[in-house]
């Protein structure tokens, strides 16, 4: 079956400019998390969804982040103002629940760069 | 230009061997930890997750082993195939609700023919 999807795959933007980056997780996932990594680290835990509703983003660095899912499926990952920082791959994840222990699925990431 | 593996700790072995990749982890409280390899330019994907309440479980090739004690994890991998060359993270759900993954930094297994 479909795995996780996420586009663009790469994402070019200068300073200061908006961008929106998009997940779609696998069908009949009500867990949705979006992850960042920089080179060299591991996966960086920015926020979760439990259906539409953003039940934990205490991962976002700072009010530029934002994140959406409104229907429970589909969610996108906006950050205004792009700072060069903000450079990293984004990675998102599904899972068929949340709590207890639930295996996450990953997508291949959005490439991020901000020149 | 800058090299992932300058950052990662790595780990060289022979095709046919068994590698052994560790990883301490932080929360005590965390009760579920996942292994996933890495390949360049993709997401992370699964290998093998254990509970805590468990020391030890299998897969194919794979073995991952619990000390809670110590709050250590390992991950065996059988016969090493080249396919195996990747970079392997353990990862902990830190004891929460949301099931949220803290990963640890990451170990570049390079298996030479």
């Known amino acids: 079956g479909a795995g996780v999807s996420q586009t663009p795959s790469n994402k070019v933007t200068e300073k200061g400019k908006y961008v929106e980056l998009r997940c779609d997780p696998i069908?009949?996932?009500?867990?949705l998390y979006w992850y960042r990594q920089s080179l060299g680290q591991g996966p960086e835990f920015l926020i979760y969804?439990?259906?539409?509703?953003?039940?934990?983003d205490s991962g976002l660095p700072n009010d530029r982040f934002f994140a959406v899912r409104p229907e429970g499926s589909v969610s996108t990952l906006k950050i205004q103002r792009t700072e060069r920082g903000d450079s990293a791959v984004y990675l998102c994840?599904?899972?068929?629940?949340?709590?207890?222990?639930?295996?996450?699925?990953f997508g291949p990431g959005t490439r991020l760069t901000v020149l | 230009g800058e090299s992932v593996g300058l950052h990662l700790p790595t780990l060289s072995v022979q095709e046919g061997d068994n590698s052994i990749i560790n990883c301490a982890y932080s929360?005590?409280?965390?009760?579920?930890f996942i292994w996933y390899k890495q390949e360049s330019g993709k997401g992370p994907q699964f290998i093998i997750d254990?509970?805590?309440?468990?020391d030890k479980r299998q897969g194919q090739r794979v073995t991952v082993l619990l000390n809670k004690t110590v709050k250590h994890l390992s991950l065996q991998i059988a016969a090493t195939q080249p396919g195996d060359s990747a970079v392997y993270f353990c990862?902990?759900?830190?004891?929460?609700?949301?099931?949220?993954?803290?990963f640890g930094t990451g170990t570049l297994l390079a298996v030479q023919p």
């Open positions: 990862a902990e759900n830190n004891g929460g609700a949301t099931n949220k993954l803290i």
């Open positions: 254990i509970r805590s309440n468990m």
């Open positions: 929360n005590s409280a965390s009760d579920y």
């Open positions: 994840a599904s899972s068929l629940s949340s709590g207890g222990a639930y295996e996450q699925f």
């Open positions: 969804f439990q259906g539409t509703g953003a039940a934990d």
């Open positions: 069908s009949g996932h009500t867990a």
